[in-house]
């Protein structure tokens, strides 16, 4: 059974920090490409950031500089850094792990909700 589990978020002050940790089980962890995704209220679902096996990463132009995202592929574990943070980061934010190819898959979590307000 594959679960990933998100945790770290919270209330934050603008300009604050958060580092959100996803830690996953039930897949070979080294072989799926990680990723963050965020939902804020009245909004559809973006992309956020994602991390290959490999180590190399791409980021939402929007977000490039203040998020930085990393993986302990020992822990099974991704990690969402954020910097600099304004009420507009407010949102649910998703963990994802994908894989194509042959044995797809593509897992979620259930979301670690952050909220950024004075």
């Known amino acids: 059974q594959v679960q990933l589990v998100e945790s770290g978020g919270g209330l934050v002050q603008p300009g604050g920090s958060l580092r959100l940790s996803c830690a996953a089980s039930?897949?070979?962890?080294?072989?799926?490409?990680m990723g963050w995704y965020r939902q804020a209220p009245g909004k559809t679902r973006e992309w956020v950031a994602r991390i290959w096996s490999g180590g190399s990463t791409d980021y939402s132009g929007a977000l490039k500089g203040r998020f930085t995202i990393s993986r302990d592929n020992a822990k099974n574990t991704v990690y969402l850094q954020m910097n600099s943070l304004t009420p507009e980061d407010t949102a649910l934010y998703y963990c994802n792990a994908a894989k194509w190819g042959s044995a797809p898959g593509d897992f979620w979590g259930q979301g670690t909700q952050v909220t950024v307000s004075s």
């Open positions: 039930g897949i070979i962890f080294s072989g799926y490409v």
